[in-house]
């Protein structure tokens, strides 16, 4: 997990470079460390840093790197991130990062965070032993699907 492995959680006040342009594609936010949640030492509360964020209109989603839209970027003035890498070049940690619209004195992404909506998720997911092990094809079968069958049994005289 990023959230606990990353040496760095910081907020950082974004600095503003829009010349109107609005093209997809990787670009290099820079910004000023206004909150230092985790370091090791190399970043403090004034360090100017660099990072890569792909930035993209709605539809228009990379495969694999993170990303955000330029209209969230557009108000953009605040982000909170987990980072690696040798200041002030960094790379973000994963997706670790979000707008935020003012620093905060609690971070307002946590490890624990984290942990509550992968268990919100766990509840969420199928597996033999919530659906019974016996009927676990079924699950995946619309009654649509089943019908469907029911009528081929029937048609084959197997009804």
């Not at 660099?50 to 955000?68: H, N, R, S």
């Not at 659906?131 to 469907?148: L, Y």
């Amino acid at each position: 997990m990023c959230r606990c492995t990353a040496p760095f959680h910081v907020q950082l006040e974004l600095e503003k470079v829009r010349n109107g342009e609005r093209v997809s594609g990787q670009k290099q936010f820079r910004g000023r460390v206004v909150r230092v949640f985790r370091t090791d030492s190399r970043l403090t509360i004034g360090d100017d840093i660099e990072f890569p964020l792909w930035v993209c209109q709605k539809g228009d989603e990379p495969t694999g790197p993170a990303y955000i839209y330029d209209d969230d970027l557009a108000g953009a003035a605040f982000m909170e991130a987990y980072l690696y890498g040798t200041p002030p070049s960094c790379e973000l940690a994963a997706y670790e990062f979000g707008v935020i619209s003012a620093p905060t004195d609690q971070p307002t992404m946590s490890p624990a965070d984290l942990e509550k909506l992968l268990d919100q998720d766990r509840e969420k997911v199928a597996t033999p032993e919530r659906v019974g092990t016996a009927k676990w094809w079924q699950f995946w079968r619309t009654p649509a699907a089943r019908n469907s069958a029911r009528d081929d049994r029937n048609r084959e005289g197997r009804g």
